[in-house]
T-cell receptor, first 111, second 114 residues
Framework: QQQVKQSPQSLIVQKGGISIINCAYENTAFDYFPWYQQFPGKGPALLIAIRPDVSEKKEGRFTISFNKSAKQFSLHIMDSQPGDSATYFCAASASGSRLTFGEGTQLTVNP | DTAVSQTPKYLVTQMGNDKSIKCEQNLGHDTMYWYKQDSKKFLKIMFSYNNKELIINETVPNRFSPKSPDKAHLNLHINSLELGDSAVYFC?????????????FGDGTRLSIL
């Protein structure tokens, strides 16, 4: 059972544009929502994470928006750069349980 | 200094063979994981160990047997390899088993079954 649905599967953005990746979850017990970034040939690396007590978290060009009532959260990459081209995974977990990952979004930023 | 290192990076072998993948972390973490990433890049947890004790064992065939000789090492042995085992296997670690702790991943072992 896929508990975290991620879209789009792939995304192409021009340099300087805004990249937006969306995730939806079903389990209302989830209380931790990280995003991981994976470059080709490398393992995923934590990018940014949010808890449901806040609606937004920003770190540099990366922002997570969280909508608890809609059970959705999204990653916004401002001023997207070619170096941001990677696969992005959202994930979710409930206290003490394992991380459940979304299906991944392959982002390509054209120069 | 690689934080989570896996060997080998690539593994090509015949169906029916037995193979092992090794993982070591030098971060001082107590918890280690094995994940499988399929051809569609879907990441799924297989096992987790905390201080050498198995704490997560997903629905994985018995042909897969993890072993943690100490909390810095977690190895994965696979018996009677099948075509469907072809994937990238990632080792990861975190300070504690709590899922709100950042997990640090290795660069993966790409397993190809001929």
């Amino acid at each position: 059972q896929q508990q975290v649905k991620q879209s789009p599967q792939s995304l192409i953005v021009q340099k300087g544009g805004i990249s937006i990746i969306n995730c939806a979850y079903e389990n209302t017990a989830f209380d931790y929502f990280p995003w991981y970034q994976q470059f080709p040939g490398k393992g995923p690396a934590l990018l940014i994470a949010i808890r449901p007590d806040v609606s937004e978290k920003k770190e540099g060009r990366f922002t997570i928006s969280f909508n608890k009532s809609a059970k959705q959260f999204s990653l916004h990459i401002m001023d997207s750069q070619p170096g941001d081209s990677a696969t992005y995974f959202c994930a979710a977990s409930a206290s003490g349980s394992r991380l459940t990952f979304g299906e991944g979004t392959q982002l390509t930023v054209n120069p | 200094d690689t934080a989570v290192s896996q060997t080998p990076k690539y593994l090509v072998t015949q169906m029916g063979n037995d193979k092992s993948i090794k993982c070591e972390q030098n971060l001082g973490h107590d918890t280690m994981y094995w994940y499988k990433q399929d051809s569609k890049k879907f990441l799924k947890i297989m096992f987790s160990y905390n201080n050498k004790e198995l704490i997560i064992n997903e629905t994985v065939p018995n042909r897969f047997s993890p072993k943690s000789p100490d909390k810095a090492h977690l190895n994965l042995h696979i018996n009677s390899l099948e075509l469907g085992d072809s994937a990238v296997y990632f080792c990861a670690s975190s300070f504690t088993p709590l899922s709100n702790q950042p997990q640090h991943f290795g660069d993966g072992t790409r397993l190809s079954i001929l």
